[in-house]
């Protein structure tokens, strides 16, 4: 059963373009992330954040944005897109104090020509 | 500097036989290693975890061995089937903390 959803499912744009991904989760965590995955499968954290602090991977590049209304919702905006920031983009939820015990959501795939 | 090293990158076992993945690390805060695993067209999932303060843990026919002095733990698929073809992930974390994950074993089981 889904409980960590993300919009769109694919996204296609050109370099420069700025995109922004949606992600609600019904768990009642209050701790999300974006994770990056790159075609080699590679799974890399880009952002943490929960109710009280933003934790910034600090080899994200400032064009990546996280923003959050709520605990229940995480966005991620991309300013202007590289040809590099093509991956399956993954939004994961879990409690502050079990973040050993994430639950992902389907992902975006996002290709930038 | 990789935090969680993961091997082999990829391994095709036979239905069967048992499936061996291999993970290390460095940092002795870490205090929890999960395995998620992830099929193709899917995102990851929690398989089996463990802590420091058991050396083994079984669930059904996937079992994690740990090592805390070797800093080592590994996740043996017994009877492997087709269908545990997947890319399998470690994982670590300190006690409260994130995941740092390895880069993964695609894991390939032929009938």
């Known amino acids: 059963e889904t409980a960590v959803f993300q919009t769109p499912n694919y996204h296609v744009t050109q370099v420069g373009n700025e995109v922004s991904f949606n992600c609600k989760q019904t768990?009642?965590?209050?701790?999300m992330y974006w994770y990056k995955q790159d075609s080699k499968k590679l799974l890399k954290i880009m952002f943490s954040?929960?109710?009280?602090?933003?934790?910034v991977n600090e080899t994200v590049p400032r064009r990546f944005s996280p923003q959050s209304s709520d605990k229940a919702h995480l966005n991620l905006r991309i300013k202007s897109v590289e040809p590099e920031d093509s991956a399956v983009y993954l939004c994961?939820?879990?409690?502050?104090?079990?973040?050993?015990?994430?639950?992902f959501g389907p992902g975006t795939r996002l290709l930038v020509l | 500097q990789q935090q969680v090293r993961q091997s082999p990158q990829s391994l095709t076992v036979w239905e069967g036989e048992t499936a061996i993945l291999n993970c290390s690390y460095e940092?002795?805060?870490?205090?929890?290693f999960p395995w998620y695993h992830q099929f193709p067209g899917e995102s990851p999932a929690l398989l089996i975890a463990?802590?420091?303060?058991?050396n083994k843990k079984e669930d059904g026919r996937f079992t994690i061995f740990f090592n805390k002095r070797e800093k080592k733990f590994s996740l043996h698929i017994a009877d492997s089937q087709p269908g545990d073809s997947a890319t399998y992930f470690c994982?670590?974390?300190?006690?409260?903390?994130?995941?740092?994950f390895g880069r993964g074993t695609r894991l390939q089981v032929y009938a």
């Open positions: 954040y929960n109710n009280k602090q933003l934790i």
């Open positions: 768990l009642g965590h209050d701790t």
């Open positions: 463990i802590r420091p303060v058991s």
């Open positions: 940092d002795s805060t870490f205090d929890y």
């Open positions: 994961a939820s879990s409690h502050w104090d079990n973040q050993d015990t994430q639950y």
């Open positions: 994982a670590a974390s300190p006690v409260v903390g994130q995941l740092t």
